[in-house]
């Protein structure tokens, strides 16, 4: 890509053949702009030009396109909108990136590898040991790099199965039954991008109350003499 001292605009201009008035710039191949950028002074537009040509009829150029917009008055109107719009936006940024709560759509589906230290926290939140937690909660696979030893159960065996540690509530929502003890495969989950967000759950947190916490069934029997 080719970079443009702005200072020198009127040679780009001159040097690439490109107008420097909006008015003049044929704005059919803008339809395939890769970037928009703006500065105080200049808008700059990167752009796939299609040139038909009889022995080549698909040639796309790369072009560029910079104009000093600052002492023209509508385009100033104009910039100052899309920076009023994209302050707006920004201010929605934290309601559009997070997860509606009790959604736990990615602990089904989902697979989190779980490294040594994520199995021994585990077993330090389940007061178990660390050979428990992996015969118990653990597919048992380790990596070429060592780092991972396995990842974690569903309570069956197909891929949309949820993960062993996902509990319900009584308002039909999901919630991590581990949470403070979940491996880091979950904690670096991001919403932003997600497509499984379950769209039908209200985003009000005051109406969802998480249920108890995952407990591990024990085997033996209870203090009333009952197997567990
Ligand atoms: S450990 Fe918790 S957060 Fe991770 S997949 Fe299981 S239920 Fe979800
Ligand atoms: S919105 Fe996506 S990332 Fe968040 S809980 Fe739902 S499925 Fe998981």
Same mark, same amino acid.
């Given at each position: ?74 385009? =100033? ?86 993960? =062993? ?64």
């Amino acid at each position: 890509m080719e970079t443009i001292d702005l200072t020198k605009l009127r040679n780009y201009a001159r040097r690439t053949g490109q107008p420097t008035h909006p008015e003049m710039l044929d704005a059919r191949p803008l339809e395939h702009v890769n970037k928009i950028e703006i500065d105080e002074e200049h808008v700059t537009f990167e752009f796939d030009e299609r040139t038909t040509r009889y022995y080549n009829l698909n040639e796309i150029v790369h072009r560029e396109w910079t104009y000093k917009y600052n002492d023209d008055p509508e385009f =100033v109107a104009a910039i100052g909108k899309v920076i009023d719009l994209a302050r707006k936006h920004l201010k929605d940024l934290p309601e559009n990136v997070a997860c509606p709560p009790g959604c736990a759509q990615c602990c089904s589906g989902y697979e989190p590898f779980v490294s040594r230290s994520d199995v021994e926290r585990i077993a330090k939140h389940l007061h178990m040991s660390y050979d428990e937690v992996m015969r118990r909660y653990v597919n048992e696979r380790s990596s070429a790099d060592g780092f991972h030893v396995g990842w974690l159960r569903k309570i069956g065996d197909d891929i949309s199965d949820q993960c =062993v540690f996902l509990m319900g509530s009584k308002s039909g929502r999901h919630y991590c039954g581990i949470y403070e003890g979940r491996p880091h495969d979950c904690r670096d989950f991001t919403p932003i991008g997600c497509n499984d967000v379950d769209e039908s759950l209200p985003r009000a947190t005051s109406k969802f109350k998480i249920g108890p916490a995952f407990m591990p069934k024990r085997r033996g029997r209870n203090p009333n003499g009952k197997r567990l």
